[in-house]
């Protein structure tokens, strides 16, 4: 879930980056400049958010081979290919530098506080639990199938800002 959203985000940061239309990364073209586009974002996803495969190739509607093929020619790619290292830098330091700037939390008690500010709560019914891990420090949070969703985005927007991870877990 995590892994979709940070990707589309590299995917819109990528589009903004280089002037493509947004959601053009997966698009039937095969125009040089959104094929580059296309294997930047993947290599980039790859190697610092460690994105699976399959995540990627759903997002850009290609193959998940295709994202083996992206990973094998990088170094090639990089060191040939003066477009594509251009294009790749531009967005490695882009991304890089927007997950560096984003926050964790020190503790617990700051988690879970910033947590109830943003109204997020517990279920009186317990039937799955939303697990938010930040740094070293991990809240999980139980729900009812019937609170899931609002809570579920009210998670997603109380840490927009901060890195986490946010997993499911049913019980």
Known sequence: MNQESNFKNLCNLTTSLLGLRKGSLSAKSRKQELQIARSVASVVGR?????HQTVIAKEIKRDRSLIYHYE??????YATFPKYRDIFNIVYNAYTKIENAKLTFID???LQDHL?????RHSAKVQTSVV????????????SYRDFYTQLELI????NGYKCD????VE
Do not use: C, P
Request: hydrophobic residues 45%; without cysteine; glycine residues 2%.
């Open 47 to 51: 190697m610092v958010e460690d994105i």
């Open 72 to 77: 094998k020619k990088h170094e090639s790619n």
């Open 108 to 110: 617990l008690f700051h």
């Open 116 to 120: 109830r500010i943003n109204n997020v």
């Open 132 to 143: 938010v891990k930040s740094g070293d420090v991990q809240a999980t949070i139980k729900l």
């Open 156 to 159: 997603k927007l109380a840490m």
């Open 166 to 169: 946010i997993t499911i877990e």
